[in-house]
């Protein structure tokens, strides 16, 4: 089995914190539609897929047009399994019951919709484009059309957040009664508009205790409702783990078509230009223009324990080597005494408190 995925980089307008490659050229969505289906003509998946991801950017803003060609080619050239899980990002205005029933009759099962937050202030902060009204009307139209596996995604440690505000937007969140909820603190990486206000001074990095306070209060709200804290940002209902990253903890090799798009096969990993003009040039001229490096025994070691140690099953450490598992349980024993990972027979895994701190546990454990 094998996953695949698929970068749609177009946004009618960029967020604030976001630092995956995009464009708001959409004038160049024909073409990025036909460099796209002719990338997946190159590269006819030789396993079955079990998974299907289009991801972004925003998904959403191709044209219903464009997607029935999109899917035409993914079918095409790919044994897609008959119970595939085949998610579409997309952005709550966005969602139309004329899109929600052409994505239907394409196998989509399952939406994911950045809600982020339900506070009109701080979706203006983060240049959303829609307003929390229309999550819930999104919500209710992808309901009406027969979608019975629907994901948000949430955000917090906003400047100026309290930890009253969090759990406002928390109660807001479970009100939709949406079978997958993934939360992110809010990043300010290098590069974007979010991290230039943060040096020029206009805005502050949200305190380390009040974000473990409002790390802890979100576990506790959506564990009494029944959701599955499966891994370090992800709930979920019994049964709706999101197979698709699921496979990329579990080591599983996966397809990364479209600009930036990146691919793994176990023995490689490889990623393709991230820039859209030379992705379709390179397209058009029947040329994949990529990069790729190969995994040796320590990067194999590494990728596994910081995919594994994700998720609340962790690392299984049988399929280490005797001389990787005596490694790691040795660098993993003063992170055993101080409470942060637990070791249970061949399971290796973060506590409560490590999920937390997840990644200085991991620097500890992998090779250098």
């Known amino acids: 089995m094998a996953g695949l995925y698929i970068h749609i980089p177009f946004c009618k307008s960029r967020c604030v914190y976001c630092g995956f490659y995009s464009t708001t050229g959409l004038t160049l969505r024909e073409k990025y539609t036909d460099a796209v289906c002719q990338e997946l003509s190159m590269r006819r998946s030789k ?26 080619a993914i079918y095409i050239y790919n044994k897609v399994e008959k119970d595939a899980e085949v998610t579409i990002e997309m952005n709550p205005d966005d969602v139309t019951e004329e899109l929600a029933t052409v994505l239907q009759q394409l196998g989509v099962n399952r939406v994911s919709m950045g809600a982020q937050t339900f506070n009109e202030e701080r979706l203006r902060f983060l240049r959303r484009r829609h ?23 949430l955000m917090y440690g906003f400047p100026d957040e309290t930890l009253e505000d969090w759990e406002a937007d928390i109660k807001e969140a479970l009100s939709l009664d949406v079978e997958h909820i993934s939360t992110y603190c809010l990043m300010y990486e290098e590069g974007t508009p979010l991290y230039q206000l943060l040096e020029q001074g206009k805005v502050a990095e949200t305190d380390e205790e009040l974000e473990r306070q409002m790390y802890d209060t979100l576990i506790d709200r959506l564990e009494a409702k029944g959701y599955e804290h499966y891994e370090i940002s992800n709930f979920a209902k019994p049964g709706f783990r999101s197979r698709h990253n699921s496979s990329y903890w579990k080591g599983i090799p996966y397809v990364g078509i479209g600009a930036a798009a990146h691919s793994y096969d176990i023995k490689t990993r490889s990623w393709n230009i991230a820039d859209i003009h030379q992705y379709i040039k390179g397209m058009e001229q029947g040329e994949r223009l990529y990069e790729s490096e190969a995994l040796d025994e320590n990067t194999r070691y590494n990728d596994t324990v910081t995919v594994a140690l994700r998720t609340c099953e962790g ?54």
């Open 131 to 153: 307003s929390a009204k229309q999550v819930y009307q999104a919500v209710e139209t992808l309901r009406q059309t027969g979608f019975r596996n629907i994901s948000i995604d």
């Open 47 to 72: 396993a079955p897929v079990s998974t299907i991801y289009l991801g972004g950017g925003t998904p959403s803003q191709l044209s219903i047009k464009q997607l029935r060609r999109l899917f035409d």
């Open 315 to 368: 690392l299984d450490l049988s399929k280490l080597t005797p001389k990787q598992r005596t490694y790691c349980l040795a660098n993993a024993q003063r992170h055993l005494d101080a409470g942060l990972l637990k070791h249970n027979g061949d399971q290796l895994s973060l506590t409560r408190e490590g999920f937390f701190v997840s990644d200085m546990v991991m620097s500890d454990l992998i090779l250098v």
